[in-house]
């Protein structure tokens, strides 16, 4: 069977330097379109943060910067997200505590990841090197907070909710410092306000 005969590409798809066909426009106005609905949402959710941040009381406007608000909102639904994976394959499914705080926290990490990074801190910044510093931070706070601390207080007797929600609080500190002046921290002019 012959092979179909290829059509040239037309001149309004070349590219001028090397003649050769390039992404077509509507993909590109796609693709550009879909990169300022982004932005747009990161915006609004700064400002968001920002406002409510600025009518904190007891001073507390002057020294709470958005990004730690905004902190607090993405990972609060994070953290439900892990607390209610963890009672499903724990309470539910019977899984190991380890095996099952392992998963949930997993799960929730990556999504606190790509929010914080789109929402929060709207980094622009090679997504590469702030993974790796990512996975290092996680790292460090799952075998410190979550496993030392989660499974040492469950194993000592507490209940494994209150024990996650120790090692929640703990985390949370050290996270959110680790994120704003270790994986994100080309985005400091953000928290202006």
Same mark, same amino acid.
């Given at each position: 069977?012959?092979l179909p005969e290829s059509r040239p590409v037309p001149e309004?798809?070349?590219?001028?330097?090397?003649? @050769?066909?390039?992404?077509?426009?509507?993909?590109?106005?796609?693709?550009?379109?879909?990169?300022?609905?982004?932005?747009?949402?990161?915006?609004?959710?700064? *400002?968001?943060?920002?406002?409510?941040? @600025? @009518?904190?009381?007891?001073?507390?406007? @002057?020294?709470?910067?958005?990004?730690?608000?905004?902190?607090?909102?993405?990972?609060?639904?994070?953290?439900?997200?892990?607390?209610?994976?963890?009672?499903?394959?724990?309470?539910?499914?019977?899984?190991?505590?380890?095996?099952?705080?392992?998963?949930?926290?997993?799960?929730?990490?990556?999504?606190?990841?790509?929010?914080?990074?789109?929402?929060?801190?709207?980094?622009? *910044?090679?997504?590469?090197?702030?993974?790796?510093?990512?996975?290092?931070?996680?790292?460090?706070?799952?075998?410190?907070?979550?496993?030392?601390?989660?499974?040492?207080?469950?194993?000592?007797?507490?209940?494994?909710?209150?024990?996650?929600?120790?090692?929640?609080?703990?985390?949370?500190?050290?996270?959110?410092?680790?994120?704003?002046?270790?994986?994100?921290?080309?985005?400091?002019?953000?928290?202006?306000?």
């Open positions: 069977m012959p309004s798809r070349r590219v001028p330097e090397t003649g @050769r066909a390039h992404e077509t426009t509507r993909a590109h106005e796609t693709r550009q379109a879909r990169e300022a609905k982004r932005a747009d949402r990161g915006e609004r959710f700064a *400002a968001a943060m920002a406002a409510v941040t @600025r @009518r904190l009381p007891f001073g507390l406007a @002057r020294i709470v910067p958005p990004s730690l608000l905004g902190f607090g909102v993405i990972n609060g639904f994070t953290f439900a997200v892990d607390m209610g994976l963890l009672t499903v394959m724990r309470s539910g499914l019977g899984w190991p505590l380890p095996v099952s705080i392992t998963i949930g926290y997993v799960i929730a990490f990556g999504l606190s990841f790509v929010l914080n990074r789109a929402f929060n801190f709207r980094s622009h *910044a090679d997504v590469g090197p702030q993974v790796g510093k990512y996975v290092v931070v996680v790292t460090i706070n799952y075998l410190a907070w979550i496993l030392g601390v989660g499974s040492g207080l469950a194993a000592l007797g507490v209940d494994y909710h209150l024990s996650r929600l120790i090692a929640g609080a703990c985390e949370g500190v050290y996270m959110y410092v680790c994120m704003r002046w270790v994986v994100f921290r080309d985005t400091g002019a953000h928290d202006k306000g």
